[in-house]
Nanobody, 118 residues
Framework: QVQLVESGGGLVQAGGSLRLSCAASGSISSINFMGWYRQAPGQQRELVAG???????NYADSVKGRFTFSRDNAKNTVFLQMNSLKPEDTAVYYC????????????WGKGTLVTVSS
C-alpha cells in the first residue's frame, strides 16, 4: 500500500510559477506509472503529466513546455514544476501511482488546489 500526500498548491497570478510535491509513504522506484492529474470545477479529471518506470514522460498538450515532471527516488517524492501559469490551469491537482497504466491507477492523493488569478 502506498499513500500519497500532495503539497505546494496555492494562489498565484497568471504568468507565475508553482512547484507541487507528492510524498509517498513507500518506495516509488518499483512503481511502473506515476502521474499528476487535475480536475477543474465541472470538468473531468485529466492526466497532466505521466511518467513511466522505463523513463518516458508525457504531457497534456495544454501544458507542454510549461510543466515539468521530476522525481527523487531517494526521497520517494515526485514534483510538478508549473511555469507560465494561466487561469485555465486552475484545478485540484492529484498525484497518482500504479502498475497497470495511467487509466487504472491504484493509489491517489487527496489533492492540492491551484488557483491562478488573471
Amino acid at each position: 500500500q502506498v499513500q500519497l500526500v500532495e503539497s505546494g498548491g496555492g494562489l498565484v497570478q497568471a504568468g507565475g510559477s508553482l512547484r507541487l510535491s507528492c510524498a509517498a509513504s513507500g518506495s516509488i522506484s518499483s512503481i511502473n506509472f506515476m502521474g499528476w492529474y487535475r480536475q477543474a470545477p465541472g470538468q473531468q479529471r485529466e492526466l497532466v503529466a505521466g511518467f513511466t518506470r522505463g523513463g518516458s514522460t508525457n504531457y497534456a498538450d495544454s501544458v507542454k513546455g510549461r510543466f515539468t515532471f521530476s522525481r527523487d527516488n531517494a526521497k520517494n517524492t515526485v514534483f510538478l514544476q508549473m511555469n507560465s501559469l494561466k487561469p485555465e490551469d486552475t484545478a485540484v491537482y492529484y498525484c497518482a501511482a500504479g502498475n497497470w497504466g495511467f487509466h487504472g491507477m491504484d493509489y491517489w492523493g487527496k489533492g492540492t488546489l491551484v488557483t491562478v488569478s488573471s
